[in-house]
């Protein structure tokens, strides 16, 4: 099956929730032929529900490594949302940890700012 129209953007934000760790995560950090299509998202206030984000279970899946941990561990308790993106520009695979999200997924579209040069 072909898709013909435009290619739709996804978003990352549910990606990190203890339902998706050992699943959909580790997929679309491989799947970098979706990576331009990616784009950050929060589903905030979920962030701040601590039963939904697990960095134990971040951590013993190996998609983060164990110094961040700690670090993400206290932002949470500071600033959900904060913690919410830093744990997303964390993540990578444990078997190739260069392969994270691109910065593209965090950046605004080129569109949106084109005097923006990055």
Same mark, same amino acid.
């Given at each position: 099956m072909t898709h013909s129209g435009p290619i739709e953007p996804a978003w990352i934000s549910a990606l990190t929730m203890? @339902?998706?760790i050992d699943t959909a995560l580790p997929t679309i950090l491989r799947r970098k032929d979706l990576h331009s299509r990616l784009i950050h998202g929060s589903d905030y206030p979920l962030p701040g529900i601590d039963l939904l984000f @697990?960095?134990?279970q971040i951590r013993a899946?190996?998609?983060?490594?164990?110094?961040d941990r700690g670090p993400l561990s206290e932002l949470w308790n500071q600033n959900p949302?904060?913690?919410?993106?830093a744990l997303k520009r964390c993540v990578r695979l444990p078997d190739d940890p260069d392969t994270r999200f691109p910065a593209s997924v965090f950046q605004p579209p080129d569109h949106l700012f084109p005097r923006i040069q990055r």
């Open positions: 203890f @339902n998706r @697990n960095t134990w899946a190996e998609l983060i490594d164990s110094s949302l904060l913690f919410d993106f």
